[in-house]
C-alpha cells in the first residue's frame, strides 16, 4: 500500500511537471506569434497609467477640466514626439554616418593608445607590454569591415527607425482611449464581482500601477538627466557621435547593477580614441559627478519604494526579462518582478499572520482548557478534604 501510494504521488508529481512544461511552450509559442502585438498594448498601457497620473495633477489647478487636461498633456507629449522624430533622429543618423566613416582612423588610432598606455604604466614601474601583445595588423580590416557596415545598414537602421516611430504613434493613440476612460470602466467592471474579491483585485491592480509608474517615472528622469549630460559634455569638448552616444548611454543607465558602468564607457571610448588626456578627463569627472549625484541623491528620492526586492531577484528579473522580450524586457523585467514580489510579501504577511493569530487562539483555548480541569481537580481536591462541604 505504500509502494502504491509512492508510486502514485511520483506519477502525480512528474504529471504536474509535463503540464507545466507543455503550458510554458505553448505560452512561448503564442508570445512568439503575438508577443510584438503584446508589447504594444503592455506599452500603451504604461504610457496610458502615466499619463493618467499627470491629468490628475493638472486637475488640482482650480477651474481645470479634465477634457482640457488631457488635450494639454498629449498636446505636450505630441510636441516632444515630433520634436524627437524631425530634430533629434536625423541628426542622430547623420552623427552615426560620421561616425561610421570615422571609424577606421579610430580603428587605427588603437595601438597609438595602447603604446601610451604602456609608457604611462612604465613610468610607474609597470611593465605589461600591451600593444606588444595585441596583434596591429588586423585592425585596418576590423574598421573597415565596422565602417563599411554603418555605412551600407544606414537606410535600414532608419528605416527601423520609421518603424519604431509608427509603433509609438499607435500607443500613443491606444493609450489616449484609456486615459480618456481614466479606469471608470474597470471600475465598473469590478463591482460585478463579491466584494472582498472586488478589494483584492482592486489592491492588486493598484500594486501594479504604482510599481510600475514609480519606476518609469523615475528611469526616464535619470536617464534624461544622463542622458543630457553626457550629449552637453561630448558637444562641449568637440567629440563626434554625441547624439546617439547619449541616447545609448541613456538607455543602458537603466539596466540595473551594471548599466552605470556601461553608460560611462561609451562616452569614454570614444573620448581616448578622439581626444586627448585633457577631454577624457573633463569627459570622466563630469560623468562621474552625474551619476554620483544621480546614484547617490536623486535615484533614491526619484524612485522611492517602487521596486523592494533582494538583489539576486533584480539580477534574475533582468535576465529572464532580456530572454522573454530582448532591451523591453530587460528594462522593465524589473518593476516586473517587483509587483510579483510585492504581492508576495503581502499575501505571504496576510497567511503568516492568519495562522498566527489561528494559533493564539488554538493556545488560548488549550490554556483556557488546562485552567478549567485545574480548577475541577482543585475543588475535587478540597471536595475528598471536607465531604461535608
Not at 502615466?50 to 479634465?66: F, G
Not at 521596486?307 to 522593465?332: D, E, F, K, Q
Amino acid at each position: 500500500m505504500i509502494e502504491r501510494s509512492w508510486w502514485f504521488k511520483t506519477a502525480l508529481v512528474v504529471g504536474a511537471l509535463s503540464a507545466f512544461v507543455y503550458l510554458a511552450s505553448a505560452v512561448g509559442r503564442l508570445w512568439g506569434f503575438l508577443g510584438d502585438l503584446l508589447l504594444i498594448f503592455f506599452f500603451a498601457w504604461l504610457v496610458g497609467s502615466v499619463l493618467i497620473h499627470v491629468v490628475n495633477s493638472l486637475m488640482r489647478i482650480p477651474q481645470m477640466r479634465r477634457p482640457l487636461a488631457i488635450l494639454l498633456v498629449y498636446l505636450g507629449l505630441i510636441t516632444l514626439i515630433a520634436d524627437f522624430a524631425f530634430l533629434v533622429i536625423p541628426a542622430t543618423v547623420q552623427q552615426t554616418e560620421d561616425l561610421a566613416q570615422d571609424i577606421p582612423s579610430i580603428v587605427a588610432s588603437i595601438p597609438i593608445v595602447l603604446t601610451n598606455a604602456d609608457e604611462v604604466l612604465g613610468g610607474i614601474g609597470i611593465n605589461l607590454g600591451i600593444a606588444d601583445r595585441v596583434q596591429i595588423d588586423p585592425f585596418d580590416d576590423i574598421g573597415q569591415s565596422i565602417g563599411n557596415w554603418l555605412t551600407l545598414n544606414a537606410v535600414p537602421i532608419l528605416t527601423n527607425l520609421a518603424s519604431a516611430l509608427f509603433s509609438v504613434t499607435l500607443v500613443i493613440a491606444i493609450s489616449f482611449y484609456i486615459v480618456l476612460d481614466g479606469g471608470r470602466r474597470l471600475r465598473e467592471g469590478l463591482k460585478v464581482l463579491p466584494p472582498k474579491v472586488e478589494r483584492e483585485t482592486w489592491f492588486v491592480l493598484t500594486t501594479i500601477d504604482e510599481t510600475f509608474h514609480g519606476y518609469v517615472r523615475g528611469m526616464l528622469v535619470v536617464s534624461t538627466i544622463y542622458g543630457v549630460g553626457t550629449a552637453s559634455v561630448m558637444l562641449a569638448t568637440d567629440l563626434p557621435a554625441a547624439l546617439p552616444v547619449a541616447l545609448i548611454s541613456s538607455v543602458l543607465l537603466a539596466v540595473p547593477f551594471i548599466g552605470d558602468w556601461l553608460a560611462l564607457a561609451l562616452p569614454l571610448l570614444i573620448a581616448i580614441v578622439k581626444g586627448d588626456f585633457i577631454t577624457f578627463i573633463i569627459v570622466l569627472a563630469v560623468l562621474l559627478f552625474v551619476q554620483q549625484v544621480m546614484l547617490n541623491l536623486l535615484t533614491p528620492r526619484i524612485l522611492g519604494h517602487a521596486v523592494r526586492m533582494p538583489a539576486m531577484l533584480v539580477i534574475i528579473s533582468v535576465v529572464l526579462g532580456a530572454r522573454l522580450a530582448g532591451v523591453p524586457g530587460a528594462l522593465l523585467g524589473v518593476p516586473t518582478a517587483g509587483v510579483i514580489y510585492t504581492l508576495g510579501v503581502h499575501y505571504g504577511t496576510q497567511i503568516r499572520q492568519r495562522r498566527e493569530a489561528r494559533d493564539a487562539l488554538d493556545r488560548e483555548k488549550r490554556e483556557s482548557a488546562e485552567r478549567k480541569e485545574l480548577a475541577e481537580e482543585v475543588e475535587r481536591a478540597l471536595h475528598v478534604q471536607d465531604p461535608d462541604s
